[in-house]
C-alpha cells in the first residue's frame, strides 16, 4: 500500500473518531492517558489508526469477542443501554468502541459482521481488533482480566470504561444486568465539557 493511500485512510480513520485536524497543534496527553499506549487499531471496514486517534471525545470502552455467546452480548446492551439514556445531542458527542480478545479470528470482515448482526450504529460505534500484544496491554489498563481456555473461548470479566477527551479513565461499570445511572451520569458530565 503506498504512502498516500495509507495517509489517505489514516486521517479517514481519524476524522471518524473526531481527531483534530492533522495541522491543529497537538497538546501533550497527561501521563494517566490511555492514549500513552502504543498499539494500533483496525475497525471493522479495515482502517488502520493509533488508539490515541480516538483523542477529542469522550469515549466508552470495552473488550469482547464475537464468537462469545453468554457475556459479550451482555456487554454490548450493557454499552447500548448507556447510549441510549443520552439525549440525541449527547450521543453524537460520545464513541462506543469494543476491542477483541480475538485478533485471531476476529478479522475486520468478522467484526463488520458483528456490527451488522448487532445493529451498532458504526458511524459512533467502533468494533476493532489489536494485535495480541496491545490486547494485553489494554486489557492490564482496563483492569480485564481474561485467559483464553482450550476450546477457543475467553473468560474474562465485564469491565466497562468512560474516557474522557485525553483517554483519562473517569469511571468503570461492570453491570450487565440493567443501567448503570452512575455510568450515565459520568458520560452526561464528560460530554457536557464538550
Given amino acids: 500500500m503506498s504512502l498516500s ?3 489517505a485512510a ?5 476524522w471518524a473518531f473526531g481527531a483534530p485536524p492533522a495541522d491543529a497543534a497537538p497538546t501533550a496527553l497527561p501521563g494517566d492517558s490511555l492514549y500513552q499506549l502504543d498499539l494500533a487499531l483496525t ?8 488508539l490515541a486517534a480516538l483523542r477529542g471525545k469522550p469515549v ?4 469482547f469477542y464475537t464468537s ?5 452480548p451482555l456487554i454490548i446492551e450493557s454499552l447500548r443501554r448507556v447510549d441510549n439514556a443520552l439525549t440525541p445531542q449527547e ?3 460520545l464513541h462506543v468502541v469494543l476491542v477483541s480478545f480475538d485478533p485471531e ?4 470482515r468478522v467484526l463488520n459482521a458483528t456490527a451488522v448482526e448487532r445493529h451498532v450504529d458504526t458511524s459512533r460505534w467502533t468494533l476493532a481488533r489489536t494485535d495480541a500484544s496491545g490486547v494485553r496491554k489494554l486489557a492490564a489498563v ?3 482480566q481474561y485467559r483464553a481456555i482450550e476450546n477457543g473461548d475467553f473468560n474474562h470479566s465485564t469491565v466497562i470504561s468512560l474516557l474522557d477527551s485525553n483517554g483519562r479513565i473517569v469511571a468503570h461499570s461492570s453491570r450487565t444486568d440493567g443501567i448503570d445511572t452512575d455510568l450515565v451520569q459520568a458520560a452526561q458530565r464528560e460530554l457536557a465539557k464538550h
Avoid at 475497525?43 to 493509533?50: G, L, M, N, V, Y
Avoid at 466508552?60 to 473488550?63: E, G, K, S, T, Y
Avoid at 462469545?68 to 459479550?72: A, E, P
Fill in 68 to 72: 462469545c455467546q453468554f457475556v459479550c
Fill in 5 to 7: 493511500v495509507r495517509l
Fill in 43 to 50: 475497525d471493522q471496514d479495515a482502517r488502520s489508526a493509533p
Fill in 10 to 14: 489514516f486521517i479517514a480513520f481519524a
Fill in 142 to 144: 482496563l483492569g480485564v
Fill in 91 to 93: 450521543r453524537a458527542q
Fill in 60 to 63: 466508552l470502552i470495552a473488550m
Fill in 105 to 108: 479470528r476476529d478479522t475486520p
